[in-house]
């Protein structure tokens, strides 16, 4: 039986074990740097360190803060120290945090307009505010007839395209035609274009991953894009339904030119998507804007501000510009959710706009971010990581032992360590990434770019400073210099 005092939400309790959670991750950014970047645990740790049933009474906060320390800390990989150069960043800020805390103490479920229309009309400006920031063409924002929605990552986002595209396509062509709509990307574009493919019923047979080379910068091209469709169109009897394109890559930051797939997607009404989310927030910066050119020609972009926009996890805006797709694909009207403000059409149900019910107040976490930096701040925290990427560039041009693969166009630089004649080029290089990420001292992850195995430095953790990329370069040089001195083994990355 239940104690007769259970108050699971009270106020004062509620404020002082709120306090006590804030003052431990306090601590624990400010120790961030102490711990080994990549958690030198071994799989299973964690079954052997808890109780294999659930407390049958409660226990207190000290406690359970007390078993985090013990046993949860030295299990994480250490996204926010200023040591991990890993993936992409995944950013934090105070302004984030605290916008996270309002969305989770305020706990709305905003599914449609009447369940919180501070939180719905919150999103719609947000978008707008964000569209703007990026310089969008008015017709991607609710003032110009188009309009945005957050969703938890990029994944929903091109779900979510994919499904209103396919839809819109099969009220053309019959719903019998699904086996005959293609999906085109490069071999640089992310995976999740693929599983959302999967996922939206487009045969594997039906994905086309278009080859990449060095002497366009891993950049897809329009004319293999435009050759590829017309074969599948005149041999195949297949749809061209969906182009994805990518402003900054994850394996290289590649750049695919928008405004010339565009212009293949317009002339065969193929729903073009550009995935800009990594490198499409540098684009608040005026001196990275024209890697957006000709996004008027898409139908759809996303990007995600929980990567370089100083906004915690999780949050991706994607952009559309014809809703009415968007909804008449994902919209579902049960009698429970029937209102009178909903059936006026005159407010918008994020619902619609999604693949779940529930919606989190994401909103409120983008406004707080962007009101308590300003835009000139967050201009400042992307030029400052550009800026730590160029001197870790310059550090590794002026070592001849080491080369530059790709070119940098933002914080994100390719490299590797120049192998000699009779030295396998793969194994050295991932012995060289393994050695500094057991050091604990900085995490790394690697890329096959064009067949070469590269090392990436994805800089941007919030905490980063010039320091830390010095000290980088100087482990990253030292496990160099122990690698000649030892005989080459068998390696395999983390």
């Not at 979510?160 to 099969?170: I, K, T």
């Not at 805006?317 to 909804?327: N, R, S, T």
């Not at 122990?482 to 990355?493: R, T």
Request: with cysteine; net charge negative.
């Amino acid at each position: 039986m239940g104690s007769l005092s259970f108050s699971p939400l009270d106020p004062q309790n509620f404020s002082e074990e709120s306090k006590m959670v804030v003052d431990f991750i306090s601590e624990y950014y400010k120790n961030v740097e102490k711990y080994p970047v990549r958690s030198q645990v071994e799989p299973g740790y964690l079954n052997h360190l808890l109780q294999d049933a659930a407390p049958y009474c409660p226990e207190s906060l000290e406690t359970i803060l007390k078993d985090v320390s013990d046993t949860i800390i030295t299990g994480i990989t250490h996204w926010q120290s200023p040591n991990f150069f890993g993936y992409f960043q995944g950013n934090a800020s105070t302004a984030g945090f605290l916008g996270e805390m309002l969305c989770t103490g305020l706990n709305v479920v905003a599914f449609n307009w009447i369940a919180s229309p501070a939180a719905t009309e919150l999103e719609s400006i947000m978008m707008d505010w964000v569209g703007k920031m990026l310089m969008l063409p008015p017709s991607f924002l609710f003032s110009g007839g188009g309009g945005g929605v957050l969703h938890g990552n990029t994944c929903e986002a091109i779900i979510c395209c994919l499904a209103a595209a396919r839809d819109n396509a099969l009220k053309k062509f019959g719903p019998d035609k699904i086996t005959k709509l293609v999906v085109y990307a490069s071999d640089q574009t992310h995976s999740t274009l693929q599983k959302a493919s999967k996922l939206v019923g487009i045969p594997t047979s039906n994905f086309r991953c278009l080859p990449t080379s060095f002497s366009n910068d891993f950049a897809l091209c329009p004319v293999d894009v435009r050759n590829a469709m017309a074969k599948d169109i005149r041999e195949g009897g297949l749809v061209p339904l969906f182009l994805c394109a990518t402003v900054g890559t994850t394996a290289s930051g590649a750049v695919d030119p928008l405004e010339a797939l565009g212009k293949v997607a317009k002339d065969l009404k193929v729903w073009l998507h550009v995935d800009a989310a990594y490198a499409g927030t540098a684009c608040i910066c005026p001196e990275f804007r024209h890697h957006l050119n000709g996004v008027e020609l898409a139908d759809s972009i996303s990007m995600n501000p929980h990567k370089w926009f100083l906004t915690n996890m999780d949050c991706c805006c994607l952009w559309i510009k014809e809703p009415k797709i968007f909804v008449d694909s994902l919209s579902t009207c049960p009698e429970y959710l029937r209102n009178k403000a909903s059936e006026s059409k005159v407010v918008i149900d994020y619902k619609d706009w999604q693949i779940a019910l529930s919606k989190r107040f994401r909103a409120i976490k983008v406004w707080v971010v962007i009101r308590r930096h300003g835009v000139d701040n967050l201009m400042f925290h992307i030029r400052s990581d550009v800026d730590m990427a160029k001197r870790f560039e310059a550090h590794v041009a002026e070592d001849p032992r080491f080369e530059v693969v790709v070119p940098r166009r933002f914080a994100l630089v390719c490299f590797r360590l120049r192998p000699k004649q009779e030295e396998d080029e793969t194994e050295l290089n991932s012995r060289l990434v393994m050695a500094a990420n057991d050091s604990g001292r900085a995490f790394m992850t690697h890329a096959v770019v064009g067949g070469i195995y590269v090392i990436r430095c994805a800089i941007g953790s919030t905490l980063t400073e010039t320091k830390h990329v010095d000290c980088l370069w100087k482990l990253i040089q030292e496990k160099a210099d122990n690698l000649f001195l030892e005989k080459p083994g068998p390696a395999m990355e983390d």
